[in-house]
Structures are given as structure tokens and as C-alpha cells.
């Protein structure tokens, strides 16, 4: 998943949510599964880099 919004915003929303520990945890991929539930809109993207295409998902909001 990519993200191209304000990334101080969405780390402030992830402090908030589950505290600072938490939002440490969940960039380090050591939270427990089930742990962080977010709502997202995203949409599928077609990525063009160094000659090869892949499919990129695109998170568009979060709440």
C-alpha cells in the first residue's frame, strides 16, 4: 500500500488512536494481527518503474 497525503497527519491520527507505543509497534510490524483496524478508501494503480509493471494499491483517506 502507498500513501501520498500528509504522512505527519496520518502518524498524528495513528498516535491518537492506539498511543505512541502502539504507532512504534505497527512501523516496526510487530503488532499482534487484528490489533489496528483502519477504514480506508483505496483504488488499484499501475506502477511503470526501472522497465517492469506492477499492480500498486493507493490509499486515498483513512478514518
Known amino acids: 500500500m502507498i500513501y501520498f497525503g ?8 495513528l498516535e491518537k488512536r492506539y498511543g505512541e507505543e502502539g504507532e512504534r509497534q505497527l512501523y516496526e510490524g510487530r503488532l499482534p494481527l487484528g ?3 483502519i477504514s480506508m478508501a483505496y483504488y488499484p494503480d499501475l506502477n511503470f518503474f526501472a522497465g ?10 483513512y478514518c
Request: net charge negative; aromatic share 10%; hydrophobic share 50%.
Open 35 to 37: 490489533r489496528v483496524t
Open 52 to 61: 517492469r509493471e506492477s499492480v500498486q494499491i493507493v490509499m486515498k483517506d
Open 6 to 13: 500528509d504522512l505527519a497527519v496520518f502518524d498524528a491520527f
